[in-house]
């Protein structure tokens, strides 16, 4: 499923300011199509995203506008947060609800003699995925493998075997009572979790590898990201929000285009942040470097990067320490 033509976006609007926006992701549009609205609607080309949404999932999709775009590649690894649900007692070749089932071992060894599961008994293969692990990617999925995606190798037939990758599960915990049910005439239990992990974790090999641990097979029904770094459900606007906003704005004596967050605002939510005074503030817009940032972890994106303020508060730069020095890796106010 693509996302449908939407005629009422009117054509030739303002182009919109840079600048970042939160966008709640429909399920059954993939990540580029809200990419495509979204370009429309800010009236630019220059428009990405900090990190892909399956078309199953829903959720947080973090957008760059303008030069905003030259921050996402400082959020894509962010840490995320997700509520899923995974269905135990079958596997599907897509490790979720869009592949077709290649096992149904049934997950009637978990339940007890009033056909209920225990939430205790699922505790150890829980744990066991916690903390610091080696996971192997979904076969079906954008990594390349010799050039090509590794879903279109899958999806033509082909044996793709990924070689596993660190990632931090930093919570995986039931949040409802686990469901017991039937599907294609398999008993099957569906557990509600939230996961939150760092970036590059494929949900959908969790779901896999707990259905393994179990003994039963497992795989993805639903997916729901609520957080990307700092960036909540609370800051997406829906895409139909979004085009009533710019629909309204066409409207308005002097329109201003997409509603953004600024690039000083955006800054200060993801990054710790450094105030500059006069004299840095000219080296800086050189990109010259200055002393060490002495400064805590930020609220988003890498430890060592911090965001540069001049004194009138607007961001000028992104600083990253190395070697005793702070040095721009990004001039978003250039001399």
Do not use: N
């Not at 609800?97 to 003699?113: I, K, Q, S």
């Not at 699922?122 to 692990?133: D, I, M, N, S, Y």
């Not at 939230?194 to 097979?217: M, N």
């Amino acid at each position: 499923m693509t996302a449908p033509a939407r005629p009422d976006i009117p054509r030739g609007a303002v182009t919109a300011a840079d600048g970042l926006v939160v966008v709640d992701k429909p399920q059954g549009w993939t990540s580029h199509d809200v990419v495509a609205r979204t370009r429309r609607l800010a009236a630019t080309k220059k428009v990405g995203h900090a990190g892909t949404l399956d078309p199953m999932a829903t959720g947080v999709l973090v957008l760059g506008v303008g030069r905003a775009t030259r921050l996402l590649t400082y959020l894509v690894g962010a840490d995320k947060v997700y509520t899923a649900t995974v269905r135990l007692g079958q596997r599907t070749l897509t490790d979720d609800a869009e592949g077709e089932v290649t096992e149904a071992r049934g997950a009637a060894a978990l339940l007890d003699g009033a056909g209920a599961a225990d939430p205790t008994a699922l505790e150890p293969a829980l744990a066991g995925l916690r903390g610091t692990v080696a996971q192997v990617p979904s076969s079906v999925s954008a990594i390349k493998v010799d050039g090509r995606r590794s879903y279109a190798r899958v999806r033509a037939g082909e044996d793709v075997d990924l070689p596993a990758r660190t990632v931090t599960i930093h919570r995986l915990e039931l949040t409802a009572p686990p469901r017991a049910t039937t599907a294609d005439g398999v008993s099957v239990v569906d557990l509600d979790v939230v996961v939150a992990c760092s970036s590059g974790t494929y949900v959908r090999a969790l779901a896999r590898d707990l259905g393994e641990a179990l003994g039963t097979g497992g795989h993805l029904t639903a997916l729901r990201r609520t957080q990307v770094g700092p960036f909540s459900l609370a800051d997406a606007r829906t895409v139909d929000q979004l085009v009533a906003d710019v629909v309204d704005d066409a409207r308005a004596p002097e329109p201003r285009g997409l509603p953004v967050m600024s690039l000083t605002d955006a800054a200060r939510a993801c990054f710790r942040a450094r105030q500059l005074d006069d004299g840095e503030t000219a080296a800086v817009r050189f990109g010259k470097a200055l002393t060490a940032t002495d400064a805590d972890g930020g609220p988003g994106g890498p430890a060592s990067v911090t965001a540069a303020f001049a004194p009138d508060g607007h961001v000028v730069a992104l600083l990253e320490d190395r070697g005793g020095s702070a040095r721009p890796v990004l001039v978003l106010d250039p001399a």
